[in-house]
């Protein structure tokens, strides 16, 4: 079992900036692939971004690409969610999410376990 929980959410104007942080507990998860996924009110659970095991390999939702930086630190068992030039449109709840699989997946299904959430707010 893994425990997984985000921080860094908040209240941001539009192109400000915002980190999150995932810290991981119960097992280590430096062999997971780790993601983050977005969900705003009315919609479905998107995919924002991946990270491979060793941190080497990248994967990200066109939408956020070039504004989004993930990155991983297994020694602190934490991933990171670094968010440049935010928009309004960025709005939502962001979750973090690990994955046993070795595959960057963009599918939701695929995680096997999921944070809380951390709400981030975007105004004009």
């Known amino acids: 079992q893994v425990q997984l929980v985000e921080s860094g959410g908040g209240l941001v104007q539009a192109g400000g900036s915002l980190r999150l942080s995932c810290a991981a507990s119960g097992r280590t998860v430096s062999n997971y692939v780790m993601g983050w996924f977005r969900q705003a009110p009315g919609k479905e659970r998107e995919f924002v971004a991946a990270i491979s095991w060793s941190g080497g390999s990248t994967r990200y939702a066109v939408t956020v690409k070039g504004r989004f930086t993930i990155s991983r630190d297994n020694a602190k068992n934490t991933v990171y969610l670094q968010m440049d030039s935010l928009k309004p449109e960025d709005t939502a709840v962001y979750y973090c999410?690990?994955?046993?699989?070795?595959?960057?997946?963009?599918?939701?299904?695929?995680?096997?376990?999921w944070g809380q959430g951390t709400q981030v707010t975007v105004s004009s």
């Open positions: 999410a690990a994955d046993r699989t070795v595959v960057l997946t963009t599918r939701r299904v695929d995680y096997d376990y």
